[in-house]
């Protein structure tokens, strides 16, 4: 069967787009990471177990209206509001009124509900503290309780 040129350039376009292997630079990062060895990862995950807990004792404050799963090995929360309101205008909220980034649970394929997921690995101690700070402070202004 002849395939229209048009429709061959489209299948054309599609392939190059596949990828076959991992591309070149993350084959090398996987290589440095390998040499960097365990010891790196211990050290980094001490930091992010530190900012976790730390989110966990500032989400307590709003417990009454927010449900924190449980999680183990994720370097963000998920988080369900017990509200109707919409989660990106939530989101949307926090950004311009508070100065805190998150990421409505929408994103996600979380239609069912008001999700908002806040992730926390790449912080440091006093930008976390910071960042849970605004964040709780905000959610009790725009969902609050």
Not at 22 to 29: C, G, K
């Amino acid at each position: 069967m002849l395939v229209p040129e048009h429709l061959a350039i489209a299948i054309k376009k599609i392939q190059d787009t596949i990828l076959i292997c991992a591309p070149v630079i993350s084959q090398f990062a996987a290589i440095g990471a390998l040499q960097a060895g365990v010891g790196y990862c211990k050290e980094h995950l001490e930091k992010i177990a530190a900012v976790r807990n730390l989110f966990l004792e500032q989400l307590d404050q709003i417990r009454s209206f927010c449900f924190v799963p449980v999680t183990d090995g994720a370097f963000y929360f998920l988080l369900r509001f017990d509200t109707n309101l919409n989660p990106l205008c939530v989101v949307e909220r926090l950004v311009r009124e508070h100065g805190v980034a998150a990421i409505p649970g929408t994103a996600f394929g979380m239609n069912d509900g008001c999700y908002i997921r806040v992730a926390y690995a790449a912080l440091k101690q006093s930008t976390a503290t910071e960042g849970i700070g605004r964040f709780v402070r905000g959610v009790k202004a725009v969902i609050g309780s």
